[in-house]
């Protein structure tokens, strides 16, 4: 048995919820989500350790298991030694990488005590990190005692990369000597015998077992070995008298850090998948005003801050908005000055009043262009109009790119087949989910849908239950085949589910010229469903409600299944008497967008407006409704990461409403990821 709970630790910030565990208990554990600024932290080539205090002083230091390094996932068991006492147990991870550590902030766990008695076990120092790496130095000193040609098999990929670069500069000492020798006295190649026997015998050290590691030389005390200088990265070799330095680095021909990059190969490309904001408003910290004309810092003006140089290399623009960005009027513009990777000055602007109000998401504001070659900028702004100051509060932000490694062509191919074949866990397998919504879900029905995707990528058993151009609510409008596809609303559905009889689908089916050729099939698998075997229901549900003009509240007439609001609660409330043990997750309608008959985009959902309403609106109360009944909510608006400049990346330019491939896949993982974060 093993019970697994999963936790972010972001390194830039702190938990603020404290953890609530059992005291003495042993199948618990602890999945470390360790994150850099909301960003994966690679546990590539890392050691994760947990250092504990406990509630009555004694201390823990153990090892965590990596369980996938490039999405810093790290596994922590709870020991029954770690829980023994009730109380408040301190502990922080702490990140190896040779000489290197970096620590989390401090987390709290909270034991609450048991009423069981397991023996009474006595608290002690739970040192397993150090037990296990005395372990492997025992196993090391074993590996030396079995000779050199043991160790030569252990250590041969380093050994033979670091002889072979050896054995050349000794090729070429042999024939700068010859070329000399030839020149003068056959006695002057007597006397550099002892520095040929000397390269010669370093050789041979070398070639005997890997080098030793220390941090200076008067750390090398083995005269028998050589020695890597973990400060400076080189071998240090005895020649008889003292370590000296020599002219290669250890392991200089591998492959470093970061050496490979997307711009060298010929198999992938970075696309840009989405913009993340940057707040500036903490940088005006240096008193004066920015000079438009020359860039130049005028300290003179004690009334304005102005901010430090500000790397925009990756930003694609700089946006200002006063207050909260709900004002459409225009605000005095203050100085920003834009200057090359050197910082020399290129142009500045303070425009006063004199530019285009512009948006940004739901901010009212301005944009800043930024000129060709520029990688740096500076702001200055009146003081009392900083954080803190007397005036209101201008936010500037810069607005940097996303990007992440597409493969092309077979080698992309085999790249989402193998992650989502390969998926390093899968967290619901043997479950059974089923999927209802409009199209997004339903019509795409093959490997390529998002159920499908998400059945690969959890080990769930899915079912794909989504109608194409179906409501959440009631239909009654002016259409002549609305009282049909009224039978198809889900809140029409749950009350077939209740039941079992879906001939009122059936008879509507055949007078529906736009229904889908697969809706018979969704009709069958909804007669044939045992919701008794289905643990988890997402539903997803709003686009056609909106388009379709179908209000979002009736509080005077909560029995109004033409109201979206009113339509979902009377479906979960129907769902759950029925089949109580349902986990029902609702996902949040996600972003669109309108073009034109030529693909150019016109608008989108985050100010289009429908019969009065927004989509946003909806996304608004999917979170009402979630909080209201405590259940799970996925938003897609808001995590999937469209929006009108990454677009493109999810949906082709004449379709603003349904997900290309790599959209659906996208859409996919992101409800996969959320699924096994929620349950």
């Known amino acids: 048995m093993k019970y697994l709970r999963e936790v972010k630790a972001d390194l830039s910030k702190s938990l603020h919820n404290n953890i609530q565990v059992k ?19 690679s546990l590539e080539n890392k050691t994760v350790r947990v250092y504990g205090l406990k509630p009555d002083g004694t201390k823990v230091f153990n090892n965590l298991t990596i369980i996938n390094a490039a999405r810093g996932l790290a596994e922590l068991q709870l020991t029954t030694q770690m829980l023994v006492k009730p109380g408040c147990l301190k502990l922080e991870l702490v990140i190896y990488e040779a000489t290197d550590i970096l620590s989390t902030t401090k987390f709290d766990i909270d034991i609450i005590s048991c009423i069981r008695d397991d023996g009474a076990i006595e608290s002690t120092n739970e040192f397993s990190a150090l037990t296990v790496a005395l372990a492997k130095a025992d196993e090391y000193g074993e590996a030396l005692k079995q000779g050199t040609e043991n160790i030569e098999l252990i250590y041969a990929t380093e050994l033979n990369g670091v002889k072979s670069s050896l054995e050349e500069n000794v090729q070429e000492v042999n024939k700068v000597k010859t070329d000399y020798a030839k020149k003068t006295e056959v006695s002057e190649l007597t006397k550099d015998k002892a520095t040929i026997n000397y390269v010669n015998d370093s050789v041979a050290r070398l070639s ?28 240090y070799i005895y020649n008889g008298n003292a370590f000296v330095k020599s002219t290669v680095k250890y392991q200089e021909l591998g492959l470093s850090d970061r050496q490979v990059t997307v711009e060298k190969t010929d198999f992938a490309e970075k696309v840009e998948v989405g913009t993340s904001d940057v707040v500036l408003n903490d940088l005006f910290t240096i008193t004066g005003q920015l000079s438009v004309s020359n860039g130049v810092l005028k300290t003179g003006v004690t009334t304005s801050k102005a901010t430090d140089f500000i790397d925009i290399s990756n930003v694609k623009y700089l946006f200002r908005y006063v ?9 005095k513009d203050f100085e920003i000055c834009f200057y090359t990777k050197e910082e020399v000055f290129v142009s500045g602007m303070s425009r006063n009043t004199d530019y285009t109000v512009e948006k940004y998401g739901d901010k009212f504001g301005c944009y800043y262009p930024i000129p060709h070659n520029v990688e740096k900028v500076r702001l200055s702004c009146s003081e009392a109009n900083c954080i803190g100051g007397s005036g209101n509060l201008y936010t500037y932000l810069k607005v940097e790119s996303v990007y992440d490694t597409k493969l092309s062509g077979r080698y992309y191919e085999n790249y989402i087949e193998e992650k989502i074949n390969n998926s390093p866990s899968k967290p619901l397998q043997g479950k059974e989910i089923a999927f209802v919504g409009d199209s997004i879900f339903g019509n795409f029905r093959d490997e390529t849908g998002i159920p499908s995707i998400v059945g690969k990528i959890t080990g769930a058993k899915v079912y794909n239950l989504g109608l194409g151009g179906t409501r959440m609510s009631g239909r009654n409008d002016g259409n002549s085949q609305a009282q049909y596809w009224d039978k198809f609303s889900f809140c029409r559905i749950v009350d077939y589910i209740e039941t079992g009889d879906f001939s009122p689908m059936r008879n509507a089916l055949p007078n529906m010229s736009s229904a889908l050729p697969y809706f018979g099939e969704v009709i069958t698998m909804y007669e044939n469903m045992n919701w008794l075997k289905i643990s988890i229901l997402v539903i997803e549900y709003a686009t056609n409600d909106a388009t379709g003009g179908n209000v979002i509240y009736d509080s005077e007439n909560p029995n109004n299944l033409y109201a979206f609001n009113n339509a979902y609660r009377y479906s979960i409330e129907k769902l759950l008497t029925l089949y109580p043990h349902l986990r029902i997750i609702i996902v949040t309608p996600a972003w669109r967008f309108w073009n034109d008959s030529e693909g150019n985009y016109i608008y989108d959902s985050d100010t289009h407006v429908m019969a009065g309403q927004k989509l946003t609106d909806f996304v608004r109360c999917d979170e009402e409704i979630a909080e209201n009944y405590h259940i799970g909510l996925i938003n897609s608006y808001k995590l999937l990461g469209a929006n009108k400049f990454t677009r493109l990346q999810y949906f082709n330019p004449t379709d603003g409403t349904h997900h290309n491939e790599n959209g659906r896949l996208r859409y996919g993982s992101l409800i996969a990821h959320q699924l096994e974060v929620l349950l």
């Open 208 to 235: 005997s077992a890997t080098p030793l590691f220390a941090s200076s030389i008067s750390e090398m005390t083995d005269t028998t070995r050589n020695y890597v200088n973990t400060t400076d990265g080189y071998l």
């Open 23 to 41: 005291q003495s208990d042993n199948a618990r554990y602890l999945l470390f989500r360790i994150l850099d600024n909301g960003v994966p932290f």
């Open 323 to 331: 207050l909260d960005g709900s004002s459409s009027g225009k605000f």
